[in-house]
């Protein structure tokens, strides 16, 4: 079984671990363990295990790790390996009133898969593997605890097909994490986000009832799409154990290209000209000026790489379409590409960062194209007007016909004089940070999240940006799951145990 990956050590002995978030964590009581070690394969309560059951890779919690802490434990890990399993742990722990987290590689950013009020962490990476491929249809059945190398090694390897989804955490996360996120691939100009993908799903209710959604036939109209319902659920609304998903031949062509614009404003026109006359080439990633020079040492340039992979036909006529509306841009060394290939899942510098002091993090949101332009403007004008702020830049990384996804990276650090060694700065600039984008964000009518969710970090923000939707959210989490089990304290909803612990004052906004 493929395990979680852990951002960076936790700088304490596993039974000295404190929980950073002071909320309301609830116990499992000695009868409840002994009915979830009859009914689940793995059931531990090792300190150890906790502590990494206990945070994610929300870079927030680096600092805290330094120190010694997590976010949250749960009392127990459970470790299901079928969806029986899963169903047996939720019943039980639905009639004790215990809450439950589902998680899968922990490689969420904003602190989903934290178990807020302890209770039982569900680790779902034991339900791993493909169960099924139609290769005639291109349709395959895949377990939610599959992370991604095993499953193209799987797909790949078997039946000659792809999913095409490529996140840069593609090691570090599972098939059901990038459902219960509404994750993106860094592919998907060619095969679209993991929502275009799938096309039905296994999925636990809180009081263990399994059920099944979609995957009958292509687009049907068979009332309103429940599989949609629950990706980008994040572990509220049920737990889900395996995935229907539209596959795809392994591609046979392939090509590159790498241009230089003036402004990013430039670059963002010739990306939406692109998309609009249809050609979608699988990634279409433009840099500013500070991230061309960071990743390809270009500071006085735009950097747009293109790289598609299709039938030759396909990407030829796509490259064709590229090259017309880049005509007015410097063509630069297509190696520009290569370079991305060579370091595009290299994280290392993250953990460091945050251990000597800066505090960094990303924020990838999504809005009309007629908005972009402005508002990556704003939002790197106001994060350079935070006092702490080293660096504010973006890149657009996920194409559509009507807009794109930006993505920013901030860094920090405290001014000379202040003294940081509990991380109150570190804590303070980092909430105003989010504060400041999320603002900007909605001013400009945009998506306050793209691909990486809502978790805990975000929680503050939904019901504002749902705005009257947001009680239908409510309304749906509270007919499914009644006693509020189910990841409670994530989504910006109401929890049963109490309010979410974090951040302290609840944030600026
Ligand atoms: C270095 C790095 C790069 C990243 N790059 C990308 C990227 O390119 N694209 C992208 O989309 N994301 C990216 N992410 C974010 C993260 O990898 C995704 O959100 C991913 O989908 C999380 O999957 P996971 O298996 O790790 O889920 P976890 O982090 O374990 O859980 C995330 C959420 O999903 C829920 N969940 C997990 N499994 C289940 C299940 N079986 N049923 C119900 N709920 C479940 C959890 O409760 C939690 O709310 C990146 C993260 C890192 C650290």
Request: glycine share 14%.
């Amino acid at each position: 079984m493929t395990r979680p990956t852990p951002v960076t050590p936790i700088d304490a002995p596993a039974g000295e671990v404190v929980d950073q978030l002071g909320g309301t964590l609830v116990d499992v009581d000695a009868a409840l363990r002994r009915r979830l070690a009859d009914v689940c394969a793995e059931v531990t309560d090792d300190p150890g295990e906790r502590a990494e059951a206990g945070r994610d890779w929300w870079p927030l919690a680096i600092g805290w790790a330094s120190r010694g802490r997590v976010p949250a434990r749960p009392a127990v890990v459970a470790r299901p390996t079928d969806t029986a399993q899963v169903a047996a742990v939720l019943a039980a722990c639905n009639e004790a009133g215990v809450p439950v987290t589902p998680a899968g590689g922990r490689s969420g950013v904003c602190g989903a898969s934290v178990p807020l009020h302890g209770g039982v962490a569900l680790d779902c990476c034991g339900l791993a593997g493909v169960s099924d491929v139609d290769t005639v249809s291109l349709v395959a059945d895949v377990r939610a605890g599959t992370f991604g190398p095993d499953l193209e090694a799987e797909l790949r390897g078997a039946s000659g097909v792809t999913l095409g989804h490529w996140p840069q955490s593609m090691d570090l996360s599972t098939v059901g994490g990038w459902l219960a996120c509404r994750g993106a691939g860094q592919y998907s100009n060619r095969y679209g986000k993991i929502e275009d993908m799938v096309i039905g799903l296994e999925a636990v209710l809180a009081d263990g009832t399994v059920v099944h959604t979609g995957g009958r036939g292509p687009r049907s109209a068979t009332g309103p799409d429940l599989t949609q319902l629950f990706v980008g659920s994040e572990g509220t609304l049920g737990v889900i154990t395996e995935g229907r998903f539209r596959v795809h031949p392994v591609p046979a062509g392939g090509g590159r290209r790498a241009f230089g614009f003036a402004s990013f404003a430039d670059g963002l026109e010739a990306c939406r000209r692109i998309l609009r006359r249809g050609a979608t080439p699988a990634v279409l990633r433009l840099y500013d000026g500070t991230e061309s020079g960071r990743s390809f040492e270009l500071p006085d340039t735009n950097v747009l790489i293109v790289l598609d992979e299709a039938d030759p036909v396909l990407v030829t006529a796509t490259l064709r379409v590229v090259d017309e509306e880049c005509a007015g841009a410097a063509r630069l060394d297509d190696g520009l590409v290569e370079r991305w290939l060579g370091h595009r899942n290299d994280v290392s510098a993250l953990a460091p960062l945050w251990r000597n002091g800066v505090v960094v993090d990303t924020v990838e949101v999504s809005a009309r194209w007629a908005a972009l332009p402005g508002l990556y403007r704003s939002v790197v004008d106001t994060l350079g007007g935070l006092e702490g702020t080293l660096a504010a830049s973006s890149h657009q990384s996920h194409a559509y016909t009507d807009g794109a996804c930006l993505y920013f990276t901030f860094a920090g650090r405290p001014p000379e004089s202040a003294d940081d060694a509990t991380g109150a700065w570190a804590e303070a600039y980092y909430v105003a940070a989010w504060d400041a984008v999320t603002g900007a964000v909605d001013a400009a009518g945009g998506a306050i999240s793209h691909h990486h969710g809502i978790g805990l970090n975000r929680g503050r923000f939904l019901p504002g940006t749902l705005g009257d939707a947001f009680a239908v959210l409510g309304a749906v989490k509270a007919a499914l799951d009644p006693k509020g089990i189910l990841n409670p304290g994530k989504l910006g909803l109401t929890s049963a145990f109490g309010p979410a612990p974090w951040p302290a004052g609840g944030g600026g906004r």
